[in-house]
């Protein structure tokens, strides 16, 4: 079964830190990589697609990368409303698939 | 500014057929170069890509669901629609239709507020 894999499946960070995230994809390099912010209640919101590119309207604190690896989201200094559920998703093929998620707990 | 809405029954038998529709506002669907996406996301766990729609193109459709899933465009009312036949209890999930940032093609950045379709007798 093919599938994407993230971790933790729980992060807990102290406001002002740093968080990062990691989703192991199908391929590496790949330039289709998107990561998600999901809160409660609420849709899936684009953070970075592209691996490395901001969405309309995302803070500059998110940023995507990849090493040889894996891919990262890392959000710098911690902010109270970041918490959420973050997922990413791998587009270089079909069909596309989304991570399981990672739980982001602010201290 | 792209907005999109889903609509549809919320409560379904065990073997019939979900039918869903999504409305676009602030974009075209027949004149923009994007692929319309269904992804739903059953209680509790991460979101499943359904099927990614073109108006005059072929659609991609997840391998997992292929069998049963059918969607028409109806470019006159801007709408895409999504049918699911024979479902089950796993077809339970908030379902959603979206659309890709400009220039991209399969992420999603524009989002309904997403149906909760519960499949029960």
């Known amino acids: 079964e093919v599938v994407v894999t993230q971790s933790p499946a729980t992060l807990s960070v102290s406001p002002g830190e740093r968080a990062t995230l990691s989703c192991r994809a199908r391929?590496?390099?790949?330039?289709?990589l998107a990561w998600y912010q999901q809160k409660r209640g609420q849709a899936p919101r684009l953070l970075i697609y592209?691996?490395?590119t901001r969405a309309t309207g995302v803070p500059a604190r998110f940023s995507g990368s990849q090493s040889v690896t894996e891919f990262t989201l890392t959000i710098s200094s911690l902010q109270s409303e970041d918490s959420a559920v973050y997922y990413c998703?791998?587009?270089?093929?079909?069909?596309?698939?989304f991570g399981q998620g990672t739980k982001l707990e602010i201290k | 500014q792209v907005q999109m809405q889903e609509s549809g029954p919320g409560l379904v038998k065990p073997s019939e057929t979900l039918s869903l529709t999504c409305t676009v506002s602030g974009d075209s669907i027949s004149s923009t170069s994007y692929y319309w996406g269904w992804i739903r996301q059953p209680p509790g766990k991460g979101p499943e890509w359904i099927v990614s729609?073109?108006?005059?193109?072929?659609?991609y459709y997840n391998p997992s669901l292929k069998s049963r899933v059918t969607t028409s465009v109806d470019t006159s009312k801007n709408q895409f629609s999504l049918k699911l036949s024979s479902v089950t209890a796993a077809d339970t999930a908030i379902y959603f239709c979206a659309r890709p940032p400009f220039g991209e093609e399969h992420s999603f950045e524009y989002w309904g507020q997403g149906i909760l379709v519960t499949v029960s007798s």
């Open positions: 391929q590496i390099p790949s330039k289709y």
């Open positions: 729609i073109y108006y005059n193109r072929n659609n």
């Open positions: 998703q791998d587009y270089s093929n079909w069909p596309l698939l």
């Open positions: 592209g691996v490395s």
